[in-house]
Nanobody
Framework: QLQLVESGGGLVQPGGSLRLSCAAS????????IGWFRQAPGKGHEGVSC????????NYADSVKGRATISRDNAKNTVYLQMNSLKPEDTAVYFC???????????????????WGQGTQVTVSS
């Protein structure tokens, strides 16, 4: 069964940092781009960041640009999302998903992603 598993969420104060991890189970990430999405209470899914198969193409939502860094370690079959200067509006469940993309273009979040994980909760609050 192809599945991604997210981890690294938690409760953090405004201005704090978290590193989210997305690990693959049952398949290798070598042939997939990974997208991070989030869903806040009462809101729809938002594409947060994407990293291409090779890792040389990334994209970030305007809401996290300058505060987030996506990276991948294919040897560990894991993709990371480093989030800094966290704000209360970053509070959401964060999901990762896979797609065979060689480039994360401007419309990456509208493309078909699969192998969704269960999500990890990020809560930013004082």
């Amino acid at each position: 069964q192809l599945q991604l598993v997210e981890s690294g969420g938690g409760l953090v104060q405004p201005g704090g940092s978290l590193r989210l991890s997305c690990a693959a189970s049952g398949f290798t990430l070598d042939y997939y781009a990974i997208g991070w999405f989030r869903q806040a209470p009462g809101k729809g899914h938002e594409g947060v960041s994407c990293i291409s198969i090779s890792g040389d193409s990334t994209n970030y939502a305007d809401s996290v640009k300058g505060r987030a860094t996506i990276s991948r370690d294919n040897a560990k079959n894991t993709v990371y999302l480093q989030m800094n200067s966290l704000k209360p509006e970053d509070t959401a469940v964060y999901f990762c998903a896979a797609a065979p993309l060689h480039r994360c273009g401007a419309t990456w979040a509208a493309l078909s992603f699969g192998a969704w994980g269960q999500g990890t909760q990020v809560t930013v609050s004082s």
